[in-house]
């Protein structure tokens, strides 16, 4: 199978090769040629997958097919949870795009929208967004979205959890009826299969390759410790290991800096990522971690998600999430593209209940290795960690209550007030990750 093989024009294939991509990954192979028929995409792809190629590259055969307009109405647009995202996705579009007319741009909150809104009022026909900023510019006629073609909603699973559901609606209501969608999720919960099912229309179902899979080609492992010997043994584990690039995925933003900080002093290079961050700081600290000059990359769940690191050798949970399926995308990070990765977890003795659930939901029991020095406490509580300790998660399903009463604010005197509120909030949960 080669990428001439699935229809796409010459100035695309010329921009593929230039990035050194010799055969289309399986998720590309299935998922572009029903995207130039013109159809309706449902795709279960994660990270790592090349999902991005997967709808970047027919998205930009499509548009560059049609004549472009004077004025550059905005044709496409993508919608991604998390600014990372949609500045990676958006980078992709531009690589591809180098040898077409095609013009596109990227917002997300967060940063001055000065720059942004100068770029859109250029013309543009591809815009990458997260929802908050790009209502905002809306509401605020900076852009309009009455002449978009071609919908793509990225890590749709991940845009629930965050609690964008009545933005996503909103977005819904603000571009054409008639229109090709195209939604990407790692998973499939109820929630997502009822979104697919209003904003996609008889949609080709596709998948990269069954999660479990993915699961098995990943070495994993399960050290039992005492909570409180956990960062000692896994600076051990790292400076012993002679681990190079390393992602530490911890439950709360301050158990990242925490973590980040004793690494430090032990004379480890590592960084954290979070959203309590700024941007820079962000850019900045995965910049040194892709260069190799920061050895371990300290993230929560939400912050990592879309990150694209391609080949990661190691990934240790110091956590393990109390949602099972964060598990499976966290591990997705390591054993990329058929290469086998190695994630470790430190599990104590409150954590068990939640690996139980993880091994349910894989299909499989993890190893389960102690190491000399680093043992269980065999008197710890074995009461799960509440989930409300889980600050990420706690706040997100705030936001989703929020958002609901949104709507019955509608209206009356309080409709600006609820408004100002809500942006505020859609702003926060932007910085957030
Ligand atoms: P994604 O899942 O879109 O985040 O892509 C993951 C990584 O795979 C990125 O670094 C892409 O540049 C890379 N990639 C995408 N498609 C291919 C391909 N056909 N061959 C090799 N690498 C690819």
Redo the contacts with the bound molecule.
């Keep these: 199978m080669s990428?001439k093989s699935l229809g796409l024009s010459e100035p695309l294939l010329k921009a593929?090769s230039k990035?050194?991509?010799?055969?289309?990954?399986p998720?590309?192979a299935k998922a572009i040629p029903p995207v130039l028929e013109g159809k309706d995409v449902l795709a279960s792809?994660?990270?790592?997958?090349?999902?991005?190629?997967?709808f970047t590259l027919p998205m930009l055969h499509l548009l560059s097919k049609n004549p472009i307009q004077k004025h550059r109405p905005i044709r496409a647009l993508v919608l991604t949870p998390t600014r990372e995202l949609a500045a990676?996705v958006h980078a992709?579009v531009k690589e591809y795009s180098e040898f077409l007319n095609i013009r596109s741009t990227v917002i997300f909150g967060g940063v001055n929208q000065k720059p942004q809104v100068a770029r859109i009022r250029q013309g543009i026909d591809i815009l990458v967004a997260t929802p908050g900023r790009l209502i905002d510019l809306e509401s605020q006629g900076v852009l309009s979205l009455k002449r978009v073609e071609i919908f793509v909603l990225d890590e749709a699973d991940r845009m629930l959890d965050m609690g964008f559901l009545r933005d996503i609606e909103r977005v819904m209501k603000l571009i054409p009826n008639k229109r090709q969608n195209l939604m990407f999720s790692a998973t499939f919960s109820k929630d997502i299969k009822k979104l697919a099912y209003s904003i996609l229309d008889n949609p080709v179902h596709v998948e990269a390759t069954p999660e479990n899979t993915a699961v098995e080609i990943i070495d994993q492992k399960v050290h039992r410790v005492a909570k409180g010997k956990k960062t000692g043994l896994i600076i051990k584990l790292i400076s012993e290991g002679n681990w190079k690039q390393v992602l530490v995925f911890t439950r709360t933003k301050h158990g990242a800096n925490r973590l980040t900080k004793k690494m430090i002093s032990a004379g480890i290079t590592a960084a954290a990522i979070h959203g309590n961050k700024s941007q820079g700081a962000r850019t900045k600290a995965l910049a040194g971690f892709k260069r190799g000059t920061v050895r371990v990359l300290v993230a929560t769940d939400i912050a990592a998600r879309?990150l694209?690191i391609?080949l990661l050798p190691h990934v240790i949970n110091f956590e393990i999430p109390n949602i099972s399926e964060d598990y499976v995308h966290r591990i997705g990070r390591t054993g990329?593209?058929g290469a086998s990765g190695q994630a470790i977890s430190l599990v104590s003795a409150d954590e068990i209940s939640y690996l139980r659930g993880i091994e349910k939901l894989i299909g499989m029991k993890i190893d389960v290795e102690i190491i000399e020095g680093f043992e269980p406490d065999p008197n710890a509580s074995t009461e799960p960690i509440k989930p409300g300790q889980n600050r990420n998660r706690g706040r997100g399903g705030q936001r989703n209550k929020t958002s609901n009463s949104r709507n019955s604010g509608g209206g009356n005197k309080n409709a600006n007030h609820n408004r100002n509120k809500n942006r505020n909030r859609r702003r926060n949960n932007e910085n957030r990750n």
């Excluded at 990035?19 to 990954?25: A, I, L, N, Q, V």
């Excluded at 792809?45 to 997967?54: D, F, I, L, P």
């Design positions: 990428f593929i990035k050194g991509y010799e055969t289309p990954s998720i590309q792809a994660q990270t790592g997958t090349g999902k991005t190629a997967g990676q992709n879309g694209d391609p990329r593209a």
